[in-house]
């Protein structure tokens, strides 16, 4: 086990509504990266949070936006959801040197 | 095009096998290197980083060829256990956490 953790496992929720997933990073780890990973295709990176800032963003829109506390852990947050927005969420966390990262078994959202 | 691309399969090979999965990378200047084993709905694994020299993890081999921007991974003596999802994943620098992954190459180990 990576001591990755994320909360809730699932969630189903309705297009236009708002979503927070929640990750707890693995202890001594103070980068957190989230990830969407749909069906059938590799994770793509959304943004990675490194000492509370956010340190780098994939191609998603500014309704996906994030934030990481004094104890590493983190949320991202999704506003008006989409249909394409159903997805697997991968937080993965690394530590100073930001040389490996771990996952958490992920967040699966459908939205409908 | 994708910036990282993987054959999808699937690979379907008998147990003892030796199988090898290739992943090409388009940025000339990308950093890190690595394979991840993705277990059907669960989250992707670390299998082991990529180094310029290669290395090697008991079955496992994994070799950079930046010539021709692409990464491979071998997997000697196959077993049932092997059968999962391999993504690799390129970094344009040394920090692992803004990883830009392939789509995966899926391996069934048959008995």
């Not at chain 1, 800032?53 to 506390?69: A, M, V």
């Not at chain 2, 290197?33 to 709905?41: M, N, V």
Request: net charge neutral.
């Amino acid at each position: 086990e990576t001591g990755v953790t994320q909360s809730p496992t699932h969630l189903i929720k309705t297009r236009g509504q708002q979503v927070t997933l929640r990750c707890s990073s693995q202890s001594g780890h103070n980068t957190v990266s989230w990830y969407q990973q749909a069906l059938g295709q590799g994770p793509q990176f959304i943004f990675q949070y490194y000492r509370e800032e956010e340190n780098g963003r994939g191609n998603f829109p500014p309704r996906f936006s994030g934030l990481q506390f004094p104890n590493y852990s983190s949320e991202l947050n999704v506003n008006a959801l989409e249909l394409d927005d159903s997805a697997l969420y991968l937080c993965a966390s690394g530590p100073p040197a930001r040389e490996t990262q771990y996952f958490g078994p992920g967040t699966r959202l459908l939205v409908l | 095009r994708k910036e990282v691309e993987q054959d999808p399969g699937p690979f379907n090979v008998p147990e003892g096998a030796t199988v090898a999965f290739n992943c090409t990378y388009s940025n000339s200047a990308s950093q890190s290197f690595f394979w991840y084993r993705q277990d059907c709905r669960k989250e992707p694994k670390l299998l082991m980083s990529v180094y310029s020299s290669g290395n090697e993890d008991g079955r496992f081999t994994a070799q950079l060829n930046r010539a021709s921007q692409y990464i491979s991974l071998l997997i000697r003596d196959s077993k049932l256990s092997d059968s999962a999802t391999y993504l690799c994943a390129v970094n344009k620098d040394t920090n692992a956490g803004k990883s830009t992954f392939g789509d995966g190459t899926t391996l069934t180990v048959k008995p």
